[in-house]
């Protein structure tokens, strides 16, 4: 083990373990997997033992219920799949809380959707609750609310949703466990000389391409693939936290920790975020979005200024007043995040008119920017 990554991993003291559900869920005899889980109770007992925090992100309700409902691959049919969600996730904490009691350590269950990211206070009110957990050693145990979730409130996958959770908590280290060994410099299911990469000081688009295309997904009972896994990695380690990629039917979590567990180690930039820097630009989910010309790009990126509505060129979906949504350029590239001081469909009445048409047309005491530059972000 490096002297580096022994360091930064002895010292990681808040700790989110995204568990994938291929290793949770065993499709061909259709059951959760209960003796991998208690070994990964005690794992995690061993690092809660050491003094870390351990929060858990879950995967595998839906791949549990269609075990449970007989289906071999996961329903197309949004109201099929969220069945599946509520049945397994019953069968899945029921495993989680009889295998950590085994262990002496309690769980508590979290439900999340996009919506709690979005709105600033129940964003702020779940940090609460998973602190107050956290401080009586309660392992949290967080999935999205597959059951009723649709797509405009849905997180994504539970990559996403392990990357979200680590940032709102401003964890040291995300473990995603996968049934892969970690990054390799090619496709290893193609090219059997693809060599596994220990060390990722940083994920530059070169990086992201050894992950695949966007939207290639993982198997029958899996949602993300690599891709989303590098994506999610990505958004931790710009914001300051350190991410390791292993194989979980292979590794378990205090063997990352205290051993020389094998894997792929990604450096946190040296830069940290602080949490509203954190939740702007990553944490949440845009509601909507605005195109800007290349005058208001130049005015956000060079003079650090606030988004006026005569830069929007085009607004797309609906969004309210107090939404974050996302600034592109004409190419439809990301250029800001920020929250709206005004909802799309005055916007489209004043977009393209200077300020001082703007005051004519809505009154002076409407605001002039339809973001402030301190509720921006720019990348």
């Keep these: 083990m490096s002297e580096l990554r022994k360091n930064i991993l002895d010292e990681s003291k808040r700790v989110v373990i995204k568990i994938g559900s291929r290793i949770l869920v065993d499709s061909a005899k259709c059951c959760v997997r209960t003796r991998y889980i208690q070994r990964l109770a005690d794992s995690v007992a061993q690092l809660m033992e050491a003094g870390k925090e351990v929060v858990l992100v879950t995967s595998g309700a839906v791949a549990t219920g269609m075990a449970e409902l007989g289906y071999k691959e996961k329903p197309t049919v949004m109201a099929e799949k969220q069945a599946c969600a509520a049945v397994g996730q019953i069968d899945l904490i029921y495993a989680y809380r009889e295998m950590f009691r085994w262990v002496q350590l309690s769980v508590g269950q979290i439900l999340l959707s996009a919506d709690d990211f979005r709105n600033r206070q129940r964003y702020k009110n779940l940090q609460n609750t ?3 957990m956290l401080a009586h ?3 949290p145990i967080i999935n999205e609310n597959d059951s009723l979730a649709v797509a405009e409130i ?3 996958d539970n990559d996403k949703l392990s990357s979200d959770v680590a940032l709102f908590l401003d964890a040291d280290l995300l473990l995603i466990f ?3 060994n970690g990054l390799f410099d090619d496709n290893p299911k193609k090219n059997p000389k693809a060599r596994l990469l220990r060390f990722v000081p940083e994920i530059t688009p070169a990086v992201l391409a050894l992950a695949g295309k966007p939207g290639e997904a993982g198997s029958a009972v899996s949602t993300g693939g690599m891709r989303s896994k590098l994506e999610a990695i990505r958004n931790v380690t710009k914001s300051g936290c350190n991410a390791f990629l292993a194989n979980g039917l292979k590794v378990l979590p205090h063997e990352v920790v ?7 180690f990604f450096a946190a930039s040296k830069k940290k975020l602080n949490s ?3 939740w702007l630009s990553f944490v949440t989910t845009p509601r909507g979005s605005v195109l800007v010309d290349d005058g208001g790009v130049k005015a ?6 606030s988004l006026l509505p005569v830069g929007v060129v085009q607004v797309q979906k609906h969004f309210d007043k107090g939404d974050l949504i996302e600034v592109l350029d004409l190419a439809k590239n990301p250029v800001a995040r920020g929250v709206a001081k005004f909802d799309s469909e005055t916007l489209k009445l004043v977009m393209k008119k200077k300020t001082s048409q703007v005051k004519e047309f809505l009154g002076k005491d409407f605001p002039e920017e339809l973001i402030h530059k301190n509720d921006l972000v720019v990348f």
């Design 300 to 305: 956000l990126r060079e003079k650090h200024s």
């Design 258 to 264: 205290f051993e020389n567990a094998e894997g792929t």
């Design 276 to 278: 509203r820097q954190r």
């Design 137 to 139: 050693k309660i392992v």
């Design 130 to 132: 998973i602190e107050a």
């Design 178 to 180: 996968t049934d892969e």
């Design 154 to 156: 849905k997180v994504g």
